[in-house]
């Protein structure tokens, strides 16, 4: 099985024309990301949720609220989908350290946050 894409931006999952949000290919140039998620539910899932910044223009028009989309899913796409809001919305409100004020920075092995100036770590 391959990777599949889901991008975000805010509380909005972006879709294309037809409504789908899971993609097999890029849709989206990564480098501007703001960043990189890993949503596997199973070790043979390979799911990333990809992060776009509020400005990015290829995002601007198209999208679906979380709600709606979790009001239409199916129960695989329902699991996905609401880690993939739990995700997103904790990557926006998690950006600095409760603990001491600095920003967080990705771990790099663990889906979490971490705060290099204290060592505390964050996790959704």
């Known amino acids: 099985m391959g990777t599949e894409y889901i991008y975000a931006r805010g509380h909005r999952i972006w879709s294309d024309q037809h409504s789908q949000w899971r993609f097999k290919q890029p849709q989206q140039d990564h480098a501007a990301a703001l960043a990189v998620y890993d949503l596997g539910l199973a070790p043979q899932e390979h799911i990333k949720l990809i992060i776009?910044?509020?400005?990015?223009?290829?995002?601007?028009?198209?999208?679906?609220?979380?709600?709606?989309?979790?009001?239409?899913?199916?129960?695989?796409?329902?699991?996905?989908?609401?880690?993939?809001?739990?995700?997103?919305?904790?990557?926006?409100?998690?950006?600095?350290?409760?603990?001491?004020?600095?920003?967080?920075?990705?771990?790099?092995?663990?889906?979490?946050?971490?705060?290099i100036a204290c060592g505390l770590l964050q996790y959704p």
Do not use: I, Y
Not at 58 to 87: I, N, P
Not at 105 to 112: G, K, W
């Open 52 to 115: 776009m910044p509020d400005d990015w223009p290829a995002m601007a028009e198209a999208g679906a609220g979380f709600r709606t989309l979790l009001a239409q899913a199916t129960a695989d796409g329902f699991a996905v989908l609401s880690r993939a809001a739990q995700v997103s919305t904790w990557h926006q409100d998690h950006r600095f350290c409760p603990r001491c004020g600095h920003p967080l920075q990705h771990h790099n092995q663990d889906l979490a946050k971490e705060c």
